[in-house]
């Protein structure tokens, strides 16, 4: 016999604010890709030279929406376990969301300042702190027995290495910040990389 939950502890509304703050993140990262106002003469060289001047800020935009997806997709794939929620485990989720919707702004700041040290440990830092949460939500979850009971250990164990992917890049990608700045983001590369490893 099915246990009937109280609406509050459903995770659907969960699922809906979750779904709606990643959709807003993910649209705001555009914002950060400005038109920009030529004063002198539009030739295709100066219209060329300004798409070039933005490939830092294409490259830090399709990055941070990549990484965005992929955490819609690993959170989907826990609720789809999870079964039940409380108002801590509610909280942790949104202090999740919380740096899930400063990326737009620690974007922004990439974009314009990728090239210092203090912006890229920004941006890492809330990546991190993303990662950890992530994490936090999921290992809070199976400990509260709120997963599937058919869920296998195999299952959870593979789930818990992935949530501990974006941490540990993230980790690397501020020890970079501190001696190649500028390419401390490149690190992130490596994530599609080391899932695929961990599925095989």
């Given at each position: 016999?099915?246990?009937?939950l109280?609406?509050?502890?459903?995770?659907?509304?969960?699922?809906?604010?979750?779904?709606?703050?990643?959709?807003?993140?993910?649209?705001?990262?555009v914002?950060?890709?400005?038109?920009?106002?030529l004063?002198?003469s539009?030739?295709?060289?100066?219209?060329?030279?300004?798409?070039?001047?933005?490939?830092?800020?294409?490259?830090?935009?399709?990055?941070?929406?990549?990484?965005?997806?992929?955490?819609?997709?690993?959170?989907?794939?826990?609720?789809?376990?999870?079964?039940?929620?409380?108002?801590?485990?509610?909280?942790?989720?949104?202090?999740?969301?919380?740096?899930?919707?400063l990326?737009?702004?620690?974007?922004?700041?990439?974009?314009?300042?990728?090239?210092t040290?203090?912006?890229?440990?920004?941006?890492?830092?809330?990546?991190?702190?993303?990662?950890?949460?992530?994490?936090?939500?999921?290992?809070?979850?199976?400990?509260?027995g709120?997963?599937?009971?058919?869920l296998?250990?195999?299952?959870?164990?593979?789930?818990?290495?992935?949530?501990?992917?974006?941490?540990?890049?993230?980790?690397?990608?501020?020890?970079?910040?501190?001696?190649?700045?500028?390419?401390?983001t490149?690190?992130?590369?490596?994530?599609?990389?080391?899932?695929?490893?961990?599925?095989?």
């Amino acid at each position: 016999m099915t246990e009937k939950l109280d609406e509050w502890e459903t995770t659907k509304r969960i699922e809906t604010l979750v779904d709606g703050i990643f959709a807003i993140a993910m649209t705001l990262l555009v914002l950060n890709l400005s038109i920009p106002q030529l004063t002198s003469s539009v030739s295709n060289i100066t219209v060329e030279n300004y798409l070039l001047a933005l490939i830092p800020k294409l490259f830090t935009y399709a990055l941070s929406f990549i990484i965005l997806a992929i955490f819609w997709r690993v959170n989907h794939q826990q609720f789809y376990k999870i079964k039940r929620a409380n108002p801590l485990f509610l909280w942790i989720t949104v202090i999740w969301l919380l740096f899930v919707a400063l990326v737009p702004f620690s974007t922004s700041l990439m974009g314009e300042y990728g090239n210092t040290q203090s912006a890229n440990i920004f941006f890492n830092t809330n990546l991190l702190l993303i990662g950890i949460f992530s994490g936090l939500i999921w290992y809070y979850a199976t400990k509260k027995g709120f997963i599937d009971k058919e869920l296998s250990r195999e299952k959870i164990i593979e789930l818990n290495k992935i949530n501990l992917l974006l941490p540990i890049v993230a980790l690397i990608a501020i020890g970079a910040s501190f001696v190649i700045p500028a390419y401390s983001t490149l690190a992130y590369l490596a994530i599609p990389l080391v899932k695929w490893i961990i599925k095989a």
